[in-house]
């Protein structure tokens, strides 16, 4: 057994290692530095007030929320419309990459339909609040959320954290036998029994693999793609290969540290890696057709009931703590905003999307989510 200092060594040269590619010092905060007309208050209109100023309008708000499986969203629907009744919410799941892409499209065509985007696409919020496209807004509770995953002027903020890493099926494998570290998924036992969603499709993909080969070079490509790993698009429909029993492991996808006692899947982090996490964000847009909608969306989304009954992982709000008693996110070996500044040099991205697709080849099959046009309303 690994005695104690060795093991803290250990760690810390991993934690150097896949924290290379970071290439600027990583912000403490979402907070944009781009100066903002900033939100005069906080909101101070209760939810059933901010519920008949929104039935006024219409009662209506369209949300352009980043997913890769149809209508992953459902449930908040459900939850948003019994819980004001006479609202309709349109929660539209697409990748992340798209939505961004569609919203900027309809804003040059001088017709917005969205009035919410929450993305994984952390740069654009800060590119929109630069070109004036954020609507400032605080919403209720915005002092329980705590400082650094909120923009200081209202312009976006956090309505949780997402992080990527292992998942298993619990008929195949035990949380003592499923692989967890990089290096693990070499293991020649695991030949034909993994899952991937493609990097080159998805950026919170890319940065897990960027980092990976950081530190393990290229080679760990080759290794790899020698294990006949089914690649897919999409990090849900990955681990629903795995839930499903068709293979026994992935470290591309997202999970709930509180699964149900007859889940077929399990969550589980790393022994040593560092696992990516990142603060999903949502804004409500400038042009927004659906203002008070949307300030009743956003409300509700970081209220405190909201906010605990869909923390799968971890809460933004100093009352909520993490799912299945797992600890605070700073006790673990993870930055979340780190990815913001990988966000942002789009032209590395770039590259190396190229990069991983001649390794692995192009990313096969249709958009996961069936999402398609510049228009989603019809």
Do not use: C
Not at 105 to 119: C, M, N, P, W, Y
């Amino acid at each position: 057994m690994e005695g104690n200092n060795a093991l803290v060594q250990r760690r810390t040269l991993v934690k150097l290692a896949l924290a290379a590619p970071v290439i600027a010092a990583a912000g403490r905060s979402l907070a944009a530095d781009t100066p903002l007309v900033p939100a005069s208050d906080v909101e101070t209109r209760s939810l059933d007030e901010l519920h008949k100023a929104a039935l006024a309008e219409g009662g209506k708000v369209i949300v352009y929320s980043g997913g890769d499986i149809p209508n992953a969203y459902a449930g908040i629907e459900k939850a948003f419309a019994e819980r004001f009744p006479g609202m309709s919410a349109r929660v539209f799941t697409d990748l992340s990459k798209y939505h961004d892409a569609r919203i900027d499209l309809q804003l040059q065509k001088g017709r917005l339909e969205a009035d919410v985007a929450i993305l994984q696409t952390l740069h654009d919020f800060d590119r929109w609040k630069e070109e004036g496209q954020l609507l400032a807004y605080k919403p209720l509770d915005w002092d329980a959320v705590l400082p650094e995953y909120k923009d200081p002027d209202g312009a976006f903020l956090s309505i949780g954290i997402i992080a990527f890493s292992n998942s298993y099926n619990t008929a195949k494998l035990t949380e003592d036998t499923a692989p967890r570290d990089a290096v693990d998924y070499l293991d020649p036992k695991w030949k034909g029994q993994l899952v991937l969603t493609y990097p080159h499709d998805d950026d919170a993909v890319l940065y897990q693999f960027d980092r990976i080969v950081q530190a393990h070079g290229w080679d760990y490509m080759d290794r790899l793609l020698t294990q006949d790993v089914q690649w897919v698009r999409g990090t849900v429909p990955s681990r629903l290969v795995v839930a499903e029993g068709k293979k026994a492991a992935t470290f591309t996808a997202s999970g709930t540290f509180a699964p149900a006692p007859n889940a077929t899947s399990h969550f589980i982090l790393p022994r040593e890696d560092i696992f990516h996490s990142w603060p999903q964000t949502g804004a409500i847009l400038k042009e927004a057709p659906h203002k008070e909608g949307a300030r009743l969306f956003m409300s509700w989304m970081n209220s405190k009931e909201a906010t605990v009954a869909r923390t799968g992982q971890w809460s933004v709000r100093r009352d909520v703590p993490g799912a299945g008693k797992i600890g605070p996110i700073e006790n673990f070996n993870t930055d979340p905003f780190r990815f913001r500044t990988f966000m942002k040099d789009r032209a590395r991205i770039e590259r190396l999307r190229i990069e991983f697709e001649h390794v692995i080849g192009p990313a096969a099959g249709p958009n996961p989510t069936n999402t398609k046009g510049v228009y989603l309303l019809g």
